[in-house]
DNA sequence: TGCCCTGATGTTTGCGCTAACGCGATCGGC
DNA sequence: GCCGATCGCGTTAGCGCAAACATCAGGGCA
């Protein structure tokens, strides 16, 4: 008699012999149970500290006893908050989009939000469009969008203006926030270390060429060898695989002018590794390799591959950061008041293993 | 005067001088546009071949002229289901989860669900049930938990009954639908194919052990050394890093009894390939080695390796498929009628690279 | 003693949507 | 030409929760 609402399955009569559970405890049973209004119980909930200890302590051992769960959709309904972040990312399945990932689910779980994914099968304006678009149907409170891709830059600058939106390691003319790793000091890094080994020069294996990542190690590349005032070789690209990284790298070992290779990810450079070990050239006796990224494995390879550490879980962090502060703070406007919009960059760490060594009769 | 309710921001009279962006536009709003009552622009978008073709346009045009996007916490308050469906895991950063989530989220993609994760910091009873009650307070309309550890099983026994849950990879004695790779099949064809090369046993470097991935290979490969009547060497374990793997590796290669390994994982496999390398025992002259999962990098090892590849995505694809089963079918009450729960399996397939060979000398 | 103020709780209302039903109009069959 | 069966759409009534305002008790202070 409760409410006899039509609920399509189980019987709803309280005393119904049979019949399926007893559907699930709203507010108002809590609050008879407590002997309160349910009002007081929501208040319980929300602002424990305006309900007199006494009845607070009612309220709750009713919830107990009914294991009562407050209903999600209405909350929202009600406040227009969700508590859910969403992700817009390519492919998780790569190793910095994954952990950035991890870091954003990290760092949301703490701050009592959970978060909702969209990848996206391919990468362009249109999917990415698509992918916010498939959250904000979620009424999420905030999207961050794992996308470093120039192409995908460009869908950014449509974005509903009423959402609040992080992008995760894109360029940086862009009129929203950005978490990202600087990918240009990670490259210089990297060649500096190349370069004070006593090589004449470095050799890059790029990324694809719309990749914005990809962008910030050439050109970091570039700058320092100009400065140096070395030649700077012709470049190559792969598309991150360590496909990609063997077949360049089979150009590269025919070359023998090469003695220093910067990869600028480690399943290129696993896959250098192997194009240099079949033509029989020796790392590092014979060329040095620098990865990025150090993913586990890096330490592992063939030989043990010097890399640039980048630290997603941060960024990740960063991101969220960044997206909350909108959320909370700014009302869901864009940009903060005048200036252009946040940017946070983690700087990324060489670790030197055994890929790279002294140029053999260098000085 | 529409409503005049009290949102916080942005002044509410419609033709108000400046003040913010108009309130996003409701069913109501719509209705009125198109001259039709709110019910038939609900039937529009829920059951369009009850409303009539002129109606229809007429009212999807007014929607795409207020850029309306219905509002999900309203619908989900007032059916009970959410379009959403969970995902719990055990860090999302591993390449099986990661990839099987992928396999989901596509899934669900294609039939417009949108997932959410809770990923695990640790693996225990607490921490599922925690990332799944996590999960509920969201609405989700079922969950699927990727963790193929001996001790979440128990956390499996007691969930809310009310709930669709499948699982993904965890052993055969539970109470809720699985999805899994058959673990003991691939092991077996690892096993079979070292045998075949002549090695008179096949040592195992195992995962973990108590997670039912590595103990499904352990089986497996039991099975067959002792099918065959060979010996069954001492079993080492490692935690599925290339760095246990490297560890583990410096006792095999110093055994020269060792002629074949079967790794429980490519990661493992790469440090025992290293420890090997490093003792100088050639492989796959000396050492035969296989891995499991066949990671897109394993081609490019050094040697390339013999893997065990893992469907992970079709894996993915059978558990979203059969957490719908239990939301639409079932009615979310858990095990169908009679018999034990699903179970889809799915195999995985030997890939044959460089890292095996003949042994010397065999027959 | 009377007043206002504060703190704890209740009432009302509405968030945006859809299930269930109702009612008029059209339609085919005999 | 009448009747029941559609079909197309509107009306009503909630889904479960929280914001805003209302209420009520007690306590300090003049």
């Known amino acids: 008699m409760t409410t006899a609402t039509p609920q399509p399955q189980a019987g709803a009569e309280p005393p119904g012999p049979g019949a399926g559970r007893p559907r699930a405890a709203v507010m108002e049973d809590v609050a008879a149970l407590a002997g309160v209004s349910a009002m007081t119980v929501s208040r319980v909930l929300n602002t424990p500290a305006k309900v007199a200890p006494k009845t607070r302590e009612r309220v709750l051992s009713a919830m107990r006893e009914l294991d009562y769960r407050p209903n999600s959709a209405a909350r929202v309904l009600a406040t227009g ?9 390519l492919d998780t399945t790569l190793y910095g989009p994954a952990c950035t990932l991890y870091g954003i689910e990290r760092a949301a779980r703490s701050a009592e939000y959970v978060i909702t994914i969209a990848s996206l099968g391919e990468l362009n304006r249109r999917s990415i469009e698509d992918g916010v678009e498939r959250l904000r149907a979620q009424s999420v409170d905030g999207v961050v969008i794992i996308a470093p891709h120039r192409s995908a830059a460009e869908g950014l600058r449509r974005l509903p203006p009423d959402l609040p939106v992080v992008v995760v390691g894109a360029g940086d003319d862009l009129t929203v926030p950005v978490a990202a790793v600087d990918q240009r000091a990670g490259a210089v890094r990297a060649v500096r270390h190349l370069l004070s080994l006593g090589h004449e020069t470095v050799w890059h294996l790029a990324g694809p060429a719309d990749w914005v990542d990809a962008d910030g190690r050439v050109e970091g590349w570039r700058a320092v060898l100009e400065g140096e005032g070395r030649d700077v070789p012709p470049l190559l690209s792969g598309d991150w695989s360590a496909r990609s990284g063997y077949e360049q790298g089979r150009v590269l070992a025919a070359d023998p002018a090469v003695t220093a290779v910067f ?16 033509a029989g050239r020796r790392v590092p006796e014979e060329v040095s390799v620098v990865g990025f990224d150090d993913v586990p494995e890096a330490p592992y390879f063939a030989p043990p591959l010097t890399s640039v550490r980048q630290p997603f879980g941060e960024v990740g962090r960063h991101a969220f950061q960044l997206v909350l502060e909108r959320v909370g703070g700014g009302g869901g406007g864009g940009a903060p008041p005048g200036g252009p919009p946040a940017r946070r960059t983690v ?11 002294v140029r053999r009769g260098a000085r």
């Open 263 to 278: 990869a600028a990810n480690d399943p290129m450079a696993l896959g250098l590794l192997r194009a240099l070990r079949e």
């Open 81 to 89: 908050r969700s508590g859910v972040l969403g992700v817009v990312s």
């Open 347 to 357: 700087e990324p760490e060489l670790v030197v293993r055994e890929s790279t060594a």
